[in-house]
């Protein structure tokens, strides 16, 4: 069980959760910026469907979003971020073995986003510290091995990522705003939706 | 009239990276005298009717024995597209028997089939490859029964298709245009939007490379350098590649090569009592390779680093003395140094020194018929005294003033 809330405790989640919330928006927006970037760099078609090419993706659409603890919130985020970490990161590899240096500017902003998403996990990791749980050992969050995919559906792949990431950069600011509010282990009424 | 006997195929074998087909087949040469001419027609069929595509004949001589003759024939479409299908047939001039003579019958077919055959053969074929500029390219996509494909895009045009079987059409990209430096994307868009692709990389073979130069600044290490020509555009693991290769000593040294510089470097170590390297520079690419040669006598290709830590001291009205160091090792030749001297206004003036070279070694001039009283400014630099190739960069500038007379 989570301990009581003291007000120092209160007030540093809900200066974590603001430092949160201020950083998801500025991962959305470069995370837009890249798939602008990404789309028109491997020439793709911005509107493509990717289902097929996103398997182990995390998806940001959360079933009775609504009744989730603020643990729970945490936990699920923190899942999904250290998820994108090796996608990402899986993303930036190939994107050096294909393209080497010919597009150094794809690779930095790849790049820069990844360093975003290792950032917010840390701060998820902080805020689930603080109320005593401590964040789940890495390991256990360990992607799958990639699976074997042509070029073609691995630029399909990457968007599909930077998709998803994007969307749940949006649910992220939405759930640490919920947690600000209700504190770890309550859940919350619902509340309307807003960007960042 | 003669007929012979059905020729028998003893093996029909894709190699699906080069979309070839190797046919392999008995003269049965044993049953005819020694040296008849034998004439084989083969015939390539292929989609699901089966429809000619080439007829050619081969021409072999009979030995008397039975010899397993073999053929090959490069598709202008990856085999994985659709079922592909051979049969031949022999005629035997056969001199003895006058009369009327005719071709054999037709072989039954030998046939490899396409990806379209198999349960889970689906994809855009060839996958991933690379192609040099100007080609004519066959991408086909084949997809599960019942599917229907909408259209399939080359980068961002659709192509008109061509029907190979219930589950495989092809387009034709004629005269294909370098790719970016993703690729292009062939795109196959199916029914309930569905879609897979392929990634073709269009590109040059490496050009020769021009003005191939090597040099060494300190005996340690040979630096070659050249300009590479017309990119290639291809890059990461189908950029161009470099190697040297030495022929004397026989070593070969594969170079790290920035594909985005104008120049390329590459490093080769000087070998112990090795004066004359004979290199070959090696260049591949996906598409093709080519080669640059280049002999030097490496003590006529000495370009010495930077003259470091100078430094003039001297207690005299008209003389003082200089001292430098040069990273390098010269034990096997003589250098010449050149010492630049100005002061205030006067004209620049230029002294030259030589000296034996020596191991990572410091050097020493002495300069005389100095001004006194007067401020100097003083740099270095140095080459090869024998064989001039060129000069190291100028060392910083160091003053001195001469004392008073």
Redesign the interface.
């Known amino acids: 069980m989570a301990a009581a809330d003291s007000p120092s405790a209160a007030f540093q989640r809900r200066d974590l959760c603001s430092r949160g919330i201020r950083l998801a928006g500025k991962m959305r927006s470069d995370v837009i910026d890249l798939l602008d970037t990404y789309v028109e760099?491997?020439?793709?078609?911005a509107s493509?469907?990717v289902?097929?090419a996103v398997e182990g993706v995390p998806v940001a659409a959360a079933e009775r979003w609504d009744e989730q603890t603020g643990t729970q919130r945490l936990l699920e985020n923190l899942a999904a971020y250290r998820a994108f970490r090796a996608l990402l990161a899986q993303m930036l590899e190939e994107q050096?073995?294909?393209?080497?240096?010919?597009?150094?500017a794809l690779g930095r902003a790849l790049a820069a986003v990844l360093l975003q998403v290792s950032a917010f996990s840390y701060h998820l990791e902080e805020l689930l510290r603080l109320e005593s749980h401590g964040p789940p050992s890495e390991e256990r969050a360990a992607s799958p091995p990639p699976p074997h995919l042509?070029?073609?559906?691995r630029?399909?792949r990457g968007l599909g990522v930077l998709r998803e990431l994007a969307q749940w950069a949006v649910r992220s600011a939405r759930d640490l705003r919920q947690l600000a509010k209700s504190g770890p282990s309550s859940s919350s009424a619902p509340s309307p939706p807003e960007s960042p | 009239a003669f007929v012979p006997h059905t020729p028998r195929i003893l093996s029909l074998t894709p190699d699906f990276s080069t979309s070839t087909l190797n046919l392999k087949w008995s003269d049965n040469g044993s049953v005819f005298a020694y040296g008849l001419d034998a004439f084989w027609q083969i015939q390539i069929l292929r989609k699901e009717a089966m429809e000619k595509v080439t007829q050619v004949t081969y021409y072999s001589k009979l030995t008397h024995e039975d010899i397993i003759l073999s053929w090959n024939w490069t598709s202008d479409m990856p085999l994985e597209c659709t079922s592909h299908y051979v049969k031949i047939r022999c005629y035997i001039n056969v001199t003895q028997f006058i009369g009327p003579k005719d071709w054999s019958d037709w072989s039954p077919v030998a046939e490899v089939p396409g990806k379209d055959t198999e349960p889970n053969g689906s994809?855009?074929f060839p996958?991933?490859t690379v192609v040099a500029v100007g080609s004519d390219v066959t991408i086909c996509c084949v997809h599960e029964e019942g599917q229907q494909i909408q259209r399939m895009t080359y980068?961002p045009e659709i192509y008109p298709m061509i029907h190979l079987s219930r589950r495989s059409s092809a387009i034709r990209v004629l005269n294909a245009s370098a790719s970016?430096?993703?690729?292009?994307?062939?795109?196959c868009i199916l029914s309930e939007?569905?879609?897979?692709?392929?990634?073709l990389f269009v590109g040059y073979a490496p050009d020769i490379p021009q003005d191939l130069s090597c040099e060494t600044s300190n005996f340690l290490i040979i630096k070659c350098t050249w300009k590479p020509g017309r990119p290639s555009g291809l890059?990461?693991?189908r950029?161009t590649k470099y190697s040297l290769f030495e022929r004397i000593s026989g070593k070969n040294v594969s170079c790290e090569v920035?594909?985005?510089n104008r120049e390329r470097v590459c490093g080769f170590p000087v070998l112990t009592d090795q004066k004359t390297y004979d290199f070959i520079l090696g260049v591949s690419n996906p598409i093709g390779q080519t080669q640059s040669s280049l002999l030097v006598n490496l003590t006529q290709r000495v370009h010495p680093k930077t003259p470091e830590k100078l430094t003039v001291s001297g207690n005299s009205s008209t003389s003082v003395h200089l001292r430098w160091f040069i990273n390098g090792s010269f034990a096997e030749i003589r250098l010449l140094c050149q010492i630049e001297i100005s002061s205030g206004h006067s004209e620049r003036k230029l002294h030259n020194v030589s000296m034996a070279g020596r191991k990572f070694s410091t050097y020493t001039a002495q300069l005389n018929t100095l001004h006194p009283y007067t401020k100097y400014q003083f740099r270095v630099r140095c080459s090869a005294a024998d064989h001039f190739w060129r000069w190291s960069d100028w060392s910083r500038i160091e003053e001195h003033t001469t004392l008073e007379a």
Do not use: H, I, P, W
């Open positions: 760099r491997q020439g793709l078609d493509a469907s289902a097929a050096r073995e294909q393209l080497g240096e010919a597009d150094a042509g070029l073609f559906e630029k399909l | 994809g855009v996958q991933d980068g970016d430096t993703s690729g292009t994307n062939v795109v939007d569905e879609m897979d692709g392929t990634v890059y990461g693991t950029r920035n594909e985005m």
